[in-house]
């Protein structure tokens, strides 16, 4: 079971205690106390595996190490470790305590999510013309806590969208080495798998069913695991009743979830084209032409259309390339 929402408990550690000490060697008398150690952090940081937010199933509070009390001899003490938490590049961070939001886009990139407290001040740094042998000394700051929500939404390419059993998992295998399980019933995609084609990544996003956007079947889940991807690839399948039918329906869920998704850039195909006769395909793809969306048929024993698949993959690395070669950061 794919875990993509899960609400953790984050505590830095606090600053150790300054200590109060003085020079013990004849002829440097004086203040020697050292400053505590800082408390340690805690990061986020990205990683390809879709499913290790499944560690926070059951363990829900974390706590960095707090930072070790000033030794003497103008020894400060230990800084506390850090802790780092691996999540799927595509987590959004909710901040429930401060409200603040952010996410991990890339792999390797670390965001700072709970700051450590600061060491306090050992006596030495207190020392002045007028204080020679001070005692003050200052407690370590104490750690920040949050209440944080993790929640996972796919950054992909392109994402595979249909009703269950419309061929979305077989595509992906055909086109990458993902090996997705694929059977001839529903619901066989139970979470959400990826694969990648060269530099894209696809996305196969769970079927979706009328209803979905209320709960229905495996519902809201999954619908939004089609917020980031860039091109969604809308399979209907040739041999269903009323393929046109099964479009609209998802459609629907997608708008009853987000509108924006409806203005998010769709290709059809008419999945295992090669399941129903030659003239039952060209009445449905007119269907589809009557309505003014242009339907391509699609089968993965059929090298000519997968060809179109790849086709408009490849325009699609070249978009990339010239889009990253263009950016900024370049």
Known sequence: MLVDDVTIKVQAGDGGKGAVAFHKTKMSLGPAGGSGG???NIY????????SLQQFRYRKEFFAQSGKLGGHQLNDGPNGEDIILKVPVGTVIHNKTKGTNSEITKIGERLLAVRGGRGGKGNFLFRSSR????????????????????????????????????????????????????????????????????ELILADIPGLIEGASLGKGLGIKFLKHVERTKLLFHLVAADAEKPFHDYKTIRKELGAYNKSLLKKKEIV???????????????KIAQFKKNRIKAYPLSIHDWDTLEKVKKILNKLIKEKYVENKNSPEN
């Open 44 to 51: 986020f940081e990205g990683i390809s595996d879709l499913g």
């Open 131 to 198: 204080n020679t042998s001070p005692k003050q000394f200052q407690k370590g700051l104490p750690g920040e806590q949050f209440t944080i929500r993790l929640e996972l939404k796919l950054i992909a390419d392109v994402g595979f969208i249909g009703i269950p059993n419309a061929g979305k998992s077989s595509l992906l295998n055909e086109l990458t080495n993902a090996q997705s399980k694929v059977a001839n019933y529903p619901f066989t995609t139970l979470e959400p798998n990826l694969g990648t084609y060269y």
């Open 38 to 40: 800082d408390g340690g």
């Open 269 to 283: 195909f008419l999945s295992k084209s090669d399941t129903v006769d030659t003239k039952e395909l060209k009445k």
